[in-house]
């Protein structure tokens, strides 16, 4: 089933690695056929090395394995709670990316400090609430995902395509699940442009808003002009 | 047309990767041939592995293209204004690297820290104003292009090859494509030295001008010695 | 002699370069046979490139040579001291990799700021006592050992399976000497996570007890539900 | 002439580029004969993947050019100033590389904060004076080596083989090129660690005299047991 999904899953997975935002297995990616409500994902524990389509596991929205003999990212349900509230979405990766990282276990929004930020995401980089001990203990995949969840409800996630988990490390997401793996490198720039800048200039403020909507715009909705039409 | 041109201008993007000075599409190099006026320039949001002289477009400089199938890139009227403002140069390079980001990004000039700075520019390199939300919003591109000439009104862009965009990142500059990339490569590193040396000393000064006089003139103008007659 | 333990010993030391950890010859791994009480090692000084099973030396656990023509390891009674005290260990490996060095010299234990840390290590890692002079001029590599052995008195090796010896370097251990420098990765790597959170966010805490509890166990023990069964 | 000192010379200015110590033709390796008092040196200028011996060029301890076609290196008198003064050297190395660069910029000796640093240098390592415009103004690439000799009136450059000349970067040296590029590679590290130790505990001393004079002399002198006899 889905043979199209699982190439891409695997193939956005295996990207990760290649832009060196992953060591070991730590990182997954998944994508999701709205028509089926199936989502493919990376399976757990698996290098990326050894990663082919066939491995990749279809579960569906409940995450109940629907295809594939191996089990599931540990992370799955906090992949699929993004795709039961954010309707729009296609993709959904997770890394441990240094620099992002280093934001999230800061547990400090990450602002928008110049045009690269700019350019990917409109506004600051949410990070998500610590979790309560009864949220770590019961469900903790599940309400990792409500957190961030919870997080957008003062911000659109079609227009800010990632989050930090608190204590953790980042998500993003977009219409493809390559798309959200560009996204993740973008973010582990964009997160080490921050703390250098942060430590250059201490007392730096956000960039203004013409400036974070014209670089937002022009890549972005119906007036972008960069790339080719 | 101006085969030669772009080629060297195709050339110097690619050397953008190899250098590790982008990621994805996110820089961009041009060339002008004074004779004609016309300038090369990299199209927009192509990525460097598919990129060969053939795409690099041909604009006018008033930035009408002149020849080539694709769009020029997004930042075409900042080259523009640099080469109608810089009589002198031939190439022009724009980058997102990391640490020259992160200075921009702080909006503080770089000082020179060292000689490897002093071997390349002749003081501090200068940082763009803030730009008002009007310059935003209206002819952004020709804007950018604008800030960057009033900054070198007090400092000499032969002298100096490069600027910092305030919010943004460099702008670097030559005799030729080529000359503009590696310029800005060694912006980068030098970003870095000052970054780090920053950090050791918070409380450091910039070079003395004789210092600066002596690595400077070593590689540059008359009397130059550095290198092989 | 052991031919497969000499192997995975080499295997183990030549890994130590691929993952970066080490340059020329600086850091060595071992393994332990248990039935015989042998234990194969580096030999001092030789460098990564030329490392093959037959150069490693077999010493028993008082330190004599068993087998191989080559001088083992100068660091050779740290291991040892580690191998008769954490008896379930069944490699352990040294390196002065960037980031846990970097700690290390700071002389400061490193606080658990996150998942990436958690998974691995069940709570800071400890940094031993600064070492008098008597322990340093006589006997000092064994001494370096029961200064390990020391801080985990009030620690337990199998859950924090690494240690930073102060102003010297990271010491890690596991039931293979592949998984010695696994460890070895990983705490690099959350070194790294460590220093720059606390660039961003200098009052930072570490994570709460029931998400330490969380993700270790998630990867460790009975209820370990990470990875395939 | 001296083809086994033209073709060392060579190889080691090759290794600067290997080991990620310098970009473009940044940094500079001589070797000499004491026999003929000729010493090998890069030539100006030139990259180093052109580098051949044929191009290395041999200058007499006064700087007089004896054989080769091209100019040798403009920092060729500081060299010679260190080969007069220091008599048991037999190669000389000067890079930027990026941290021990930042610490010489810094104009800040970097203290012994480890024993990765104690294993090779036996204390601080030195910084020179600022030069005077008068110095700067007038044979300058000699009075750097001065500032050099100077820098070492209170040291002793067989047990410490590296300075940081302020504002400028690193020169070290040894018994052959390849040695004192070996330096260069290490120095780099320890610069790298002793800043990383200093952004984690600002307060940090350094390490003891006893552990100083273990970790060095473990690896030099008559007591060495570091290696295979």
Redesign the interface.
């Known amino acids: 089933m889905l043979e199209y999904l699982k190439a891409a899953v695997c193939d956005a997975n295996i990207e990760l690695q290649r832009r060196r935002l992953v ?2 297995s ?1 990182g997954n990616v998944s994508g999701i056929d709205r028509k089926s409500g199936l989502v493919a994902i990376k ?4 290098s990326y090395d050894e990663l082919t389509p066939e491995k990749i596991v279809l579960v569906d929205l409940q995450g109940n394995v629907m295809e594939g003999g ?2 599931p990212s ?1 992370d799955t349900q906090t992949h699929l709670e993004l795709y039961r509230n954010f309707s729009e979405i296609g993709g959904v990766c997770h890394t ?1 990316s ?2 992002a ?8 929004p990450m602002p928008c ?4 930020h700019a350019d990917y995401f409109y506004g600051a980089i949410p990070v998500t609430e ?2 309560s ?1 009864e949220s ?2 019961d469900d ?1 995949e599940l309400n990792t995902g409500k957190s961030i969840v919870t997080a957008f409800r003062a911000a659109d996630y079609r227009l800010i395509p990632a989050v930090l988990v608190a ?3 980042p998500f993003t997401w977009g219409d493809t699940p390559a798309r959200a793996v ?1 996204i993740a ?2 973010l582990e ?1 964009v997160s ?10 201490p007392k ?1 403020e956000p ?2 808003p ?2 974070l ?2 670089h937002f715009l ?1 890549k972005h909705g119906e007036c972008a ?5």
Chains 1, 2, 3, 4 share one sequence.
């Open positions: 060591i070991y730590w399976p757990s524990g698996i191996l089990s540990s441990h240094t620099n990282t280093a934001w999230a276990q800061a547990c400090k400090l110049g045009t690269t610590t979790m001990s770590v203990g903790y204590n953790h490390g560009e490198a973008v720039q080490e442009l921050a703390l250098k800048s942060a430590i250059i200039n730096l960039v203004s013409c400036l909507d014209r022009r002009y960069y790339g080719q039409k």
